[in-house]
């Protein structure tokens, strides 16, 4: 009998078939059986050190195209002004602030899995969190353009700092602008920390495996003298759980930050309490569907149906489910109290989304958030993964309707009926934000190509060897 070989990078040896729903197996793993602290190494870091996939470099083409088409969008808006985007009066926000909301929701999933569930001990996180950190920084980048954009005069965004000014001058702190700038910069410092010291073990890894110098020496920078030592190890792990812990607080207070940009407005159709929480459980929606959009396509095109299992999905699209039967609580509550309150302005507006001009928009916006989410209850959609992309897009394209209606429905019938008016989004309004789409993918796809997008060190502590070595 001759020896047998040395495992393979792409497949682990002897791995039993797997089922892809939960319907014959409902206690399926969170990874595939068969799978050594080796054989899991190997495949996950082969996705970074193999020769770059065919389908990378049209994909990438096409993101980075955007991203200079939202290049030419600024320089454009810088020469001419923010008069050629749609806004007008009294629409005085429009497609940007529309757009700041959306990208600030979409980034919440990477903080509420990589903290929360952490803090909670949900080991199903460990396939995910790693690509949704990323999604939440490349989307809070995204989000951070459109309130310099907005300003008319972004070279003096820095005013929004408390820089020790030599006129005396300070920002204005009543102002839900100034709150933005603090919330959306601490957020993202967290969450750029919080990630890289959980990739620092995974770059010790890519460094020890790379047969490139360079990559060697990048990758060696990168882990800062990682050795996996005791010490090391006790160190990281002390740092991640703070950082957990510090991020935690942060899912909450972001997007209720952001939701007092509308509250604390006296406009019909903002100034509402409901807000904050209904804001928070729309921004875990949006960004729970996005993480799904992403992770479908990723599991197939690097086949890791084995560590992005079907109980991930199922997971997520639970998630999905219960954040926006909130959101739905949410809309009610707004259409009662309005009715309740006996506010005329506030009756007017309820009625202006329902049968005014922006009608189709609020319309489409309770199917995409509330009527095709319903279908989540039912375990064959649950077990379709087609099923499951095309839904966690239905609901992107739902939450941008939300936020668009939310902002213009309540400005374009003012107080003042002789200033009454519609918008409309201009060219430049959709180029800047097909531009950001393009930022956020063109980053997306070098963190695919040159970082591991699944964590290496966290996956091998749920593997069933490292639980035996625990007792």
């Known amino acids: 009998m001759n020896p047998p070989g040395p495992p393979?990078?792409?497949?682990?040896?002897?791995?039993?078939?797997?089922?892809?729903t939960l319907s014959s197996r409902p206690s399926l793993p969170i990874v595939a059986p068969g799978y050594t602290a080796a054989t899991l190494t190997d495949k996950i870091s082969s996705a970074v050190l193999q020769k770059t996939p065919r389908w990378w470099y049209p994909a990438f083409a096409v993101a980075f195209a955007l991203l200079n088409l939202f290049l030419i969008s600024v320089g454009y808006l810088f020469i001419k002004g923010i008069g050629i985007w749609g806004i007008n009066i009294p629409v005085a926000w429009g497609w940007g602030i529309v757009n700041f909301v959306w990208w600030v929701g979409i980034g919440h999933a990477g903080t509420l899995i990589s903290a929360i569930l952490l803090l909670f001990?949900?080991?199903?996180?460990?396939?995910?969190?790693?690509?949704?950190?990323?999604?939440?920084?490349?989307?809070?980048?995204?989000?951070?353009?459109?309130?310099?954009?907005?300003?008319g005069r972004p070279w003096l965004f820095y005013w929004l700092f408390p820089y020790p000014s030599s006129m005396g001058?300070?920002?204005?702190?009543?102002?839900?602008?100034?709150?933005?700038?603090?919330a959306v910069s601490t957020y993202g410092i967290t969450s750029i920390l919080f990630w890289y010291v959980g990739l620092l073990p995974d770059l010790a890894t890519l460094r020890d495996r790379s047969k490139s110098k360079i990559a060697k020496l990048i990758y060696g920078f990168g882990a800062m003298g990682w050795r996996g030592s005791a010490a090391h190890w006790h160190n990281y792990e002390t740092a991640y759980l703070l950082l957990a812990g510090l991020a935690t607080p942060l899912v909450l207070s972001v997007h209720t930050v952001v939701s007092f940009d509308f509250a604390v407005?006296?406009?019909?159709?903002?100034?509402?309490?409901?807000?904050?929480?209904?804001?928070?459980?729309?921004?875990?929606?949006?960004?729970?569907?996005?993480?799904?959009?992403?992770?479908?396509?990723?599991?197939?095109?690097?086949?890791?149906?084995?560590?992005?299992?079907?109980?991930?999905?199922?997971n997520m699209a639970k998630v999905m489910l219960v954040t926006g039967l909130i959101v739905a609580y949410g809309y009610l509550t707004e259409i009662f109290m309005a009715f309740y309150s006996g506010n005329e302005h506030e009756i007017a507006m309820v009625e202006n989304r329902v049968f005014g001009p922006y009608r189709f928009y609020y319309a489409m916006l309770w199917a995409c958030n509330i009527?095709?989410?319903q279908l989540l209850w039912f375990r064959r959609v649950r077990d379709n993964v087609a099923l499951l992309f095309i839904i966690s897009i239905i609901v992107n394209v739902g939450m941008w309707l939300e936020r668009f209606v939310i902002i213009v429905t309540s400005l374009h019938r003012d107080f003042l009926p002789s200033s009454w008016g519609m918008y409309h989004g201009t060219f430049w309004d959709i180029s800047t934000f097909l531009g950001t789409l393009g930022l956020f993918f063109s980053l997306l796809f070098l963190f695919i190509r040159f970082l591991p997008t699944i964590s290496i060190s966290e996956m091998r502590t749920i593997l069933p060897e490292a639980k035996l070595e625990d007792k």
Not at 169 to 182: A, C, E, I, K, M
Not at 288 to 301: D, E, N, T
Request: hydrophobic share 50%.
């Open 8 to 20: 393979t990078i792409i497949e682990p040896p002897s791995r039993p078939s797997i089922p892809q």
């Open 169 to 182: 001058t300070w920002p204005q702190f009543r102002s839900p602008l100034v709150w933005d700038v603090f």
């Open 371 to 373: 009527v095709i989410p």
């Open 121 to 151: 001990r949900q080991q199903w996180r460990t396939s995910i969190n790693r690509f949704a950190e990323a999604m939440t920084i490349f989307a809070v980048a995204c989000a951070a353009q459109y309130p310099i954009l907005h300003l």
């Open 265 to 314: 407005a006296v406009v019909p159709g903002w100034h509402t309490t409901i807000f904050p929480p209904y804001f928070v459980a729309g921004a875990v929606f949006s960004g729970f569907a996005m993480v799904m959009s992403l992770s479908i396509p990723l599991r197939k095109l690097f086949r890791l149906e084995d560590f992005i299992t079907m109980r991930h999905l199922h």
